[in-house]
């Protein structure tokens, strides 16, 4: 499932290349007929992110609120306009560049190149082999990348959204409806605080009081939306195993300090993924070792898919378990 760091990316993306232009929508598929004739034509006038939910602005107080779940994506054909944190990265953004990232030259700053196809410019989202013969396909084409624009549909793609030179189209969410004002306001107001939202005093406050009064694992808080926005199963263990705290310990038993650091962690740790389009959760990593923790998780995460592994601190191998109807990952030396 694609993180917050994703989310924030795919609502760059549409702010560089939508927001400010009148919006063509349909729903090749059929599902979502009367939600795209609902914004068909009107301005997006805004998108944002909060935690996992996506919402884009039209004229008139019309909202599209978006969740990709477990198997959504977009994907994006056309002029692609690139903003400074998306070109850093060659538009590679989130759970599915797990395939790795490659760096050209010593400084990691430098250009990135997408050698394994996924989660390009032109995708975004859960991988699908369908997004990546599209890919494969505008190859063929002329210098434009399509015969025809825009190009047909792929899939079962459950809205379309284009101006005169790009188009996205989303496949498989698990959210996809319009809303007005009031509903958008009761959506974001069932979720927890969002750092790249919000990362001052009051914010770290609330994440910090609902944490202490739950009986709740630490590890299940940190998943729950309505405590924390944002966080997946990849952030929760790195985020659990850099504090060095035992995923099983009660919210209200974890020290009020700890829980302040788990925070400001996962404020670091957001941005670092936003602006790298990588989960990196590793510190300190000279040039090489940043290269290639870039290009491949076995060398970015200290215990995410590391089950069975030594601990990279103590050697102790790493254990996978279910918590959540999720896969943990974590040390039972170093998290006792």
């Not at 549909?153 to 959210?175: E, N």
């Not at 939306?225 to 705290?245: D, P, T, W």
Request: proline content about 6%.
């Amino acid at each position: 499932m694609p993180e917050g760091h994703s989310v924030h990316r795919i609502t760059r993306q549409f702010e560089r290349n939508f927001v400010g232009h009148a919006v063509r929508a349909s729903s090749p598929q059929g599902r979502f007929a009367a939600g795209a004739a609902e914004i068909d034509g009107r301005l997006m006038t805004d998108a944002r992110a909060v935690g996992k939910q996506m919402f884009l602005g039209f004229e008139g107080d019309v909202w599209l609120r978006v969740h990709l779940g477990m198997y959504g994506a977009w994907d994006f054909a056309g002029e692609i306009l690139m903003d400074a944190t998306i070109a850093s990265a060659n538009g590679r953004m989130g759970q599915t560049n797990q395939a790795g990232t490659f760096l050209e030259g010593p400084n990691p700053d430098a250009a990135v190149f997408d050698s394994a196809g996924e989660n390009s410019l032109h995708s975004i989202g859960a991988p699908r082999k369908t997004r990546l013969r599209m890919s494969e396909s505008e190859k063929e084409k002329d210098a434009d990348g399509f015969d025809t624009f825009p190009p047909e549909p792929i899939g079962q793609v459950r809205v379309r959204l284009s101006t005169d030179t790009i188009v996205a189209d989303l496949r498989g969410p698990t959210a996809c409806e319009v809303l007005d004002p009031a509903q958008v306001e009761a959506v974001v107001g069932r979720l927890g605080p969002d750092p790249l939202l919000d990362d001052g005093p009051e914010a770290e406050e609330r994440f910090t009081r609902t944490v202490v009064k739950k009986a709740a694992a630490i590890g299940l808080l940190l998943m729950d939306q309505s405590v924390v926005a944002g966080i997946g199963n990849v952030y929760r263990a790195e985020l659990l195993f850099r504090a060095k705290q035992n995923p099983h310990t009660p919210g209200k038993a974890v020290p009020e300090e700890h829980v302040r650091h788990l925070w400001r962690d996962w404020t670091k740790l957001l941005r670092i993924g936003v602006e790298t389009g990588q989960m990196m959760t590793m510190d300190d990593l000279d040039p090489e070792a940043f290269r290639a923790a870039m290009a491949s998780r076995d060398d970015r995460h200290w215990v995410y898919k590391r089950e069975g592994l030594p601990c990279r601190v103590c050697g102790t191998n790493i254990v996978l378990e279910e918590m959540g109807a999720r896969k943990l990952y974590w040390c039972p030396y170093c998290q006792a």
